[in-house]
């Protein structure tokens, strides 16, 4: 075969073999008549940083794999802590510190912590007024709230 021709067929052949590939993986995981596994899911608050969860539950992708999902907003760790520790929801979407409290009072039934879920930091600095020409110096010797409505707030000054 000439070598023109060998490049053309490994392409198609490299194509035919990724689709298949492809389309296999897209196939419906969940089989007729099976049940659907419940879970709960127990989140510290609605955020941007969770809206690929949020479109996958919309469009169905988690009963196509079988699952039954329920999203619930606890308004704080302390509650999606307290709801994992109850039973009331088998995964809490939280920063660590509910966990470590939980560890540190020596219970033996303790969340396990899956980092970097969202892979961005959902912290944001803001100011009662615009200041265009912020920089990071011009907090020294400031003092920042920080925390979220409904949750733990601790002045950290700045230095």
């Known amino acids: 075969m000439k070598t023109g021709r060998k490049k053309w067929f490994a392409l198609i052949a490299a ?3 990724g ?3 492809f389309l296999g993986g897209c196939q419906d995981k969940k089989e007729e008549g099976q049940q659907l596994t419940p879970v709960t ?3 510290v608050a609605h955020s941007i940083f969770y809206a690929p969860q949020y479109a996958a539950y919309e469009l169905g992708y988690f009963q196509e794999e079988g699952i039954d999902l329920t999203i619930e907003n606890a308004f704080g760790a302390d509650k999606v802590m307290t709801a994992l520790i109850s039973g009331n929801a088998d995964i809490g979407f939280a920063g660590s510190e509910s966990s470590i409290y939980v560890y540190a009072e020596g219970q033996e039934d303790y969340a ?3 980092a970097q879920l969202t892979q961005r930091a959902g912290n944001f600095l803001v100011s009662r007024t615009e ?3 912020f920089k990071w110096d011009d907090l020294k010797g400031q003092t920042v709230l920080g925390g979220r409505a409904g ?3 601790s002045p950290c000054p700045f230095s």
Do not use: K
């Open 15 to 17: 194509g035919v073999l």
């Open 19 to 21: 689709t298949s590939v």
């Open 41 to 43: 899911l127990s989140e």
């Open 112 to 114: 396990v912590n899956f």
């Open 131 to 133: 200041d265009p020409d």
């Open 151 to 153: 949750g733990r707030h």
